[in-house]
């Protein structure tokens, strides 16, 4: 199992520009999430979804879209990033059901908003 | 809400203990652990889910105390390999799925 791939690792954006960060997972989780990463302030939920077709708001969802088409993607799309999007973005995946509740983290996205 | 986590930092020598400590405003379903290596990803201890209860992950303990709405780290005998930026996420219900993670507490272990 690959676990939770995101792409691109790395990418530089001009203000205004457009985007989307992909996120997939092999392991038929049924939640996925999109977290940005920011120095002292922790992880900070920005979508999230329980299941295809399904996605709600988190805490920091502002200039950010979602989409869940499949059980396997949850692209996070920015429609005209603005330089506070600079951050490292990772992507999470758990089973909604069953104590574990293990969250598993891709391996980020370091976006840089110029 | 994010949680609030405390100490921000903390440096040890080898073989010493340290207690990380995570407490929210609201009631807690569920106390989620991590740990984050600097350029990594975030690698999940444990997670505790009932009142009172505690947890192992070999020299790395936890507990959670429902009523007051905190969980504590301990790390015991510190190892080289602790070092790293803990996280804590909590949870409000049952399948909430809006987890909120603190600012986290940066270890540092030093030979």
């Known amino acids: 199992n690959a676990g939770v791939t995101q792409t691109p690792k790395f990418q530089v954006l001009k203000t205004g520009q457009s985007m989307t960060l992909q996120c997939a997972q092999d392991m038929n989780h049924e939640y996925m999430s999109w977290y940005r990463q920011d120095p002292g302030m922790g992880l900070r939920l920005i979508h999230y979804?329980?299941?295809?077709?399904?996605?709600d708001q988190g805490e920091v969802p502002n200039g950010y879209n979602v989409s869940r088409s499949t059980t396997e993607d949850f692209p996070l799309r920015l429609l005209s990033a603005a330089p506070s999007q600079t951050s490292v973005y990772f992507c999470?995946?758990?089973?909604?059901?069953?104590?574990?509740?293990?969250?598993?983290f891709g391996e980020g996205s370091r976006l840089t908003v110029l | 809400q994010q949680p609030v986590q405390s100490p921000q930092a903390v440096i040890l020598r080898e073989g010493e203990d340290a207690v990380i400590n995570c407490s929210s405003s609201?009631?807690?379903?569920?106390v989620h652990w991590y740990r984050q290596k600097h350029g990594e990803a975030p690698v999940f201890l444990m997670i505790l889910l009932k009142g009172g209860e505690q947890k192992g992950h070999e020299k790395i303990s936890a507990s959670f105390n429902e009523k007051k709405q905190q969980s504590s780290l301990y790390l015991t005998a510190s190892q080289l390999s602790y070092s790293g930026t803990y996280f804590c996420?909590?949870?409000?219900?049952?399948?909430?799925?809006?987890?909120?993670f603190g600012a986290g507490t940066r270890l540092t272990v030093k030979p």
């Open positions: 999470a995946s758990r089973h909604t059901s069953g104590d574990t509740g293990e969250l598993f």
């Open positions: 979804s329980v299941g295809a077709g399904i996605t």
């Open positions: 609201k009631a807690l379903y569920s």
């Open positions: 996420g909590t949870e409000n219900g049952y399948n909430n799925n809006d987890m909120r």
